[in-house]
T-cell receptor, first 112, second 112 residues
Framework: GENVEQHPSTLSVQEGDSAVIKCTYS??????FPWYKQELGKGPQLIID?????GEKKDQRIAVTLNKTAKHFSLHITETQPEDSAVYFC???????????FGKGTRLHILP | DTEVTQTPKHLVMGMTNKKSLKCEQH?????MYWYKQKAKKPPELMFV???????INESVPSRFSPECPNSSLLNLHLHALQPEDSALYLC???????????FGEGSRLTVL
């Protein structure tokens, strides 16, 4: 079955700097890659997603890149702000049954 | 209305109790999900309902019993739970099976 690896598990960056979180997936049939942000005491919220026919997608300070050949995708957050502190989960959807497989999560700390 | 509403937010129950978690969405979504999330872990899929029919049961113990009374409501009936069942239970919905997930804020369950 599909397996999604996410790194790093914890990331601390200075406010204003950029943060990058990386994920790899095992099933080449996966075609949908969402990223979720989970703040303390809340449910996960979709922040950006990308489909396999696109290599990059950007939404203001957030961007996602996808390399289908290498089977990895990354989340880029620029000009980080205190409210970016949260746990971020990458995910991949198996093409055949559309079940979303989550990575283990990255706890992002934005340092003042 | 883009919300998934879960009640109660917190629940403490003994191992012999019977309780229920409730979830409601009014976005017209046809797929609804129950996830279980332990501390510092990603959400784990438990059940999926698509068009009010149970589509997926991820080998969940029978002490958890889902119910979908109509397209807007999803319940999770709990009976004879174990302390290791203590977790955050997340409800989610999507337009159709495999689409963007909208999560509720979760019900934090403690089993004594």
């Amino acid at each position: 079955g599909e397996n999604v690896e996410q790194h790093p598990s914890t990331l601390s960056v200075q406010e204003g700097d950029s943060a990058v979180i990386k994920c790899t997936y095992s099933d080449s049939a996966s075609n949908y890659f969402p990223w979720y942000k989970q703040e303390l005491g809340k449910g996960p919220q979709l922040i950006i997603d990308i489909r396999s026919n696109v290599g990059e997608k950007k939404d203001q300070r957030i961007a996602v890149t996808l390399n289908k050949t290498a089977k990895h995708f990354s989340l880029h957050i620029t000009e980080t702000q205190p409210e970016d502190s949260a746990v971020y989960f990458c995910a991949a959807t198996l093409n055949r049954d559309d079940k979303i497989i989550f990575g283990k999560g990255t706890r992002l700390h934005i340092l003042p | 209305d883009t919300e998934v509403t879960q009640t109660p937010k917190h629940l403490v129950m003994g191992m012999t109790n019977k309780k229920s978690l409730k979830c409601e969405q009014h976005m017209g979504h046809r797929a609804m999900y129950w996830y279980k999330q332990k501390a510092k872990k990603p959400p784990e899929l438990m059940f999926v309902y698509s068009y009010e029919k149970l589509s997926i049961n991820e080998s969940v113990p029978s002490r958890f019993s889902p119910e979908c009374p109509n397209s807007s409501l999803l319940n999770l009936h709990l009976h004879a739970l174990q302390p290791e069942d203590s977790a955050l239970y997340l409800c989610a919905s999507s337009q159709d099976w495999g689409g963007e997930l909208f999560f509720g804020e979760g019900s934090r369950l403690t089993v004594l």
